[in-house]
């Protein structure tokens, strides 16, 4: 009989299970050194699963089973399946492999020792589940683009046939970028955002941009899912789907987290937020540019695997900025780039020409891109990104406490716009262009996207909308016009001042219903602009005669926006009497139950 090498190591006295090699079929030799032939159908660990990117998972192997008339492969996790007498008996039932229980033992022993041969032989096959860079060990990154050759000359399948990544010729893709992309302005910039997730991702730490968030917003014919796939087709196969490049809002949110594993590098794009079911969307741009996954506990207390990272550029595609739908953080607005209704495709032809052309080629220019940065050291890199910042934050004359961190950002678009123009040739990729519509963007949003300056306009409003709610008084805190309804609190006329004396707690209930949080922010940068009074350490001030604490707005008349602060019923005092004024507030709710103040509330 034709038995494998290791069986001849076995020790004396003991039962095993051993592939006939003239047969196929597995014979039992028990303790004596008796044989009894064919017990089942032959079975051996084909290769060994080594994930390259997740070197701590449970060891895979591949199995293959010889049926009448044909091999069958599929894979087992090891451990499981030989853990116990049941567990290999129930695994391998579910495939049609059939083995009496006795005989159970002895085939946990065999496949210890077939997967032993395997390692010995090198017999393993290579998996992963990253999409773009993967860190090595004291070594230089490599960039995963699908099925890929690693630096050792073995292959390594992309854990995911979903996602095509190469479709038609690299020159009519070089054609159609001539006529469609380069000669455009707005494409241009589109080219740029599409190859920016590469350095956002080999960089990150260093520049520290985590993962970009860009949102194309605007109109529907603005082109921005058109633009979306075309940075798509960079990469792979632009379809719309949630097992590609280019996905919806159509899951929850973990779900959406979990499908950005191992992403680092290749742009993902999640289309049309306008339609999602999340009203409320700051927990999702906040696990978004976290770049992992949430820690979760499995049961047990035990800590589920937590999965991959992912890192670059993800886009969001919506009618309205996602940014207006989600609370007001300043966290939130450094996190963002918004492309703010940019028009991208030049008209209804022209998107649809893109469309058509993309649907089957594609996977081209990401890839010539990454080949051709290999010729630059990281250090060289880092450097010129370093240079790259200095011209950038040269440029933004305006700042703010967001400005390092979104300058960040706003290099590494910067610097993929040279690094596309020198190594992809593009003559008509213009860095200085680039670089002028970012700064002309921050330099219009940085005297407006403070945290502060949308809430004073909510605040604003509310004053708008609920003046009647209001007390209206002199200098001297005499009442000349009652509040209608509830009490909100009383506006007092100083010359060409107004002092709207407010609730805190009406303040920040008023804030919260429009997702505003960082009242401490937003009270430290009223104070500062002059907007609000302070009582000593303190931005709510008491006040006697609503017997609460009180945030006390100061206006100028014919500065403000206010309209027209209801022009002062107050005449001049020394040409007029005033009347006794007689209040209309409705005292059957409890003056307590309409502002509701925390007495330990400090701001």
Known sequence: ??????????????????????????????????????????????????????????????????QPNKIVEFVVNLASTIKSQESIIETLTKREFFISFKFANALRDYLTYSAQEAQNQNRYQYFHETLGYLKQENENPIFLLGDSILPNGHKSIFDDTNIKFKSGSEKDYNNFMEDMILSCKSMRFALVLGLSSVMASYLKDYADVGTMLINLSGASSSGKTTTAMFIASLWGEPKISNLGLVRTFNSTLNALMFSLRGISGVPIT?????????????????????????????????????????????????????????????????????????????????????????????????????????????????????????????????????TSRISSKLTILYMTAKLGQELLKYNELDPDEILEYLISKDQKEVKQRH???????????????????????????????????????????????????????KVEGVLKSNYIYDTRVIYKYWHDKGVIQKQKDRYSISDSRLKLRTIKFEFTKDEETLIPWYASPIKDEQNSEIETPVSDVKYETDIDSIFIEDEDHEN
Request: proline fraction near 2%; include cysteine; hydrophobic fraction near 35%.
């Open 1 to 66: 009989m034709a038995y494998p090498f290791f069986v001849l190591k076995r020790k004396e006295n003991m039962s095993y299970l051993v592939k006939n090699l003239s047969t196929n079929m597995m014979d039992y030799v028990d303790s004596k050194g008796n044989v009894y032939p064919s017990v089942c159908n032959g079975i051996w660990v084909k290769s060994i699963i080594k994930f390259i990117d997740k070197p701590d998972l449970e060891t895979r192997v591949v199995l293959e089973i010889y």
């Open 270 to 402: 999640l289309d049309d937020a306008t339609t999602g079911g999340l009203k409320n969307r700051t927990e999702m741009i906040y696990q978004l540019a976290q770049s992992e996954p949430k820690n979760r506990m499995a049961s047990g207390s035990e800590r589920s695997e937590q999965g991959l990272s992912w890192s670059g550029a993800i886009f969001i595609t919506s009618e309205t900025p996602v940014i207006s739908d989600s609370e007001s953080r300043m966290g939130i607005v450094s996190r963002i780039i918004d492309t703010d209704g940019l028009i991208f495709t030049q008209s209804a032809k022209h998107a649809e020409e893109i469309k058509r052309f993309i649907g089957s080629n594609y996977g081209h220019i990401g890839r010539k891109y990454v080949e051709a940065l290999k010729s630059k050291k990281k250090a060289d890199l880092e450097q010129f990104y370093e240079k790259c910042k200095e011209e950038v934050l040269n440029k933004l004359v305006l700042k703010d406490n967001l």
């Open 451 to 505: 945290i502060g300056e949308k809430a004073l306009e909510v605040i604003k409003e509310f004053i708008t909308e609920s003046h009647r709610h209001f007390e209206k008084l002199d200098k001297h805190s005499i009442t000349h016009q009652v509040a209608s309804g509830l009490l909100y609190g009383h506006f007092r006329y100083i010359g060409e001042k107004v002092v709207v004396t407010i609730p805190t707690a």
